[in-house]
């Protein structure tokens, strides 16, 4: 078991991370919002805690996609003005706060699902308009990608290892936070300035789309079908949403005569 906490979720934010400096910054973004964290974490504490803990975690981690979408939107505007880790701390102050309060909240996944999909819909509106990539060449630093691996891999060490004493609220707002998406963000402002962190954190809102079916799924189905099922069905669905919704999104960009679609917004 420690070795699925240290090996499963690191290696998805490694692949990710690749994808994203082959496909540009946008990508990477909507790959960081991907389950690649919050997933091992709500499979281990399945596993270790039970399916109905592993169930009321998965609900709770519907709240926590509220605070990875008001991260993208703070980083967003933060990193307009100031510097990467002024950015950095005061987002992720941010973020524990919201945190402590939603925790508290009792969600059911029937209304935690469009309460996730109505903010990042509002977040995507909100945040400043993406620049160009000028496809510029980034010089990533040799430990980026081992820095990237281990704090992923803290998280999860830490989370699921507390999941008792934090109880299923806590650890399920606390799967989704933004770890992985802070290091790539941050980076991206360190290395590009506002203009590629920007593009980052646009991706983030496409990508909550897919993980809020994730967590959904996984909090309805564990129960009655199993951990197994639950998380195979979730995975899929997920891959699903999400590969569709880039098919028309990238329809809509080609469209003859259509007036040109901002790329951060998201559309019913």
């Known amino acids: 078991m420690f070795l699925l906490k240290v090996a499963l979720a690191p290696a998805l934010v490694v692949v990710s991370s690749l994808a994203g400096r082959r496909w540009g910054q946008q990508v990477s973004g909507m790959l960081v919002a991907l389950p690649i964290v919050a997933g091992p974490i709500l499979l281990i504490t399945c596993l ?3 399916a109905r803990f592993g169930s009321r975690a998965a609900g709770a981690a519907l709240l926590g996609l509220v605070t990875l979408a008001v ?3 703070m980083f967003a505007w933060l990193a307009r003005f100031l510097g990467w880790a002024p950015t950095l701390l005061i987002s992720w102050t941010g973020c524990v706060l919201l945190d402590l309060a939603l925790s508290a909240v009792p969600v059911d996944p029937w209304w935690g699902l469009p309460v996730v999909l109505v903010v990042a819909w509002l977040v995507a509106r909100l945040l400043p ?10 010089r990533w630093p040799w430990w980026d990608l081992p820095a990237r691996a281990a704090a992923t891999a803290a998280l999860v060490v830490i989370v699921t290892g507390a999941a008792t004493t ?3 609220g806590m650890t399920g707002v606390l799967a989704p936070f933004p770890i992985a998406t802070s290091v790539v963000a941050a980076f991206a402002l360190a290395q590009l300035g506002p203009a590629g962190a920007v593009r980052v954190v646009h991706g983030i809102p496409r990508g909550l789309l897919g993980f809020s079916i994730f967590c959904f799924l996984v909090a309805v189905l564990v ?18 949403v999400q590969t569709a919704w880039r098919a028309v999104t990238a329809r809509r960009a080609v469209i003859p005569g259509r007036a040109p679609q901002r790329s951060d917004t998201i559309r019913p």
């Open 71 to 73: 991260f993208a939107l």
């Open 48 to 50: 270790e805690q039970g």
């Open 166 to 168: 934090l109880g299923p």
């Open 129 to 138: 308009a993406p620049p160009s990539d000028d496809g510029a060449p980034v």
């Open 223 to 240: 129960v009655p079908l199993g951990t197994g099922f639950a998380f195979v069905t979730a995975v899929a669905a997920t891959l699903a």
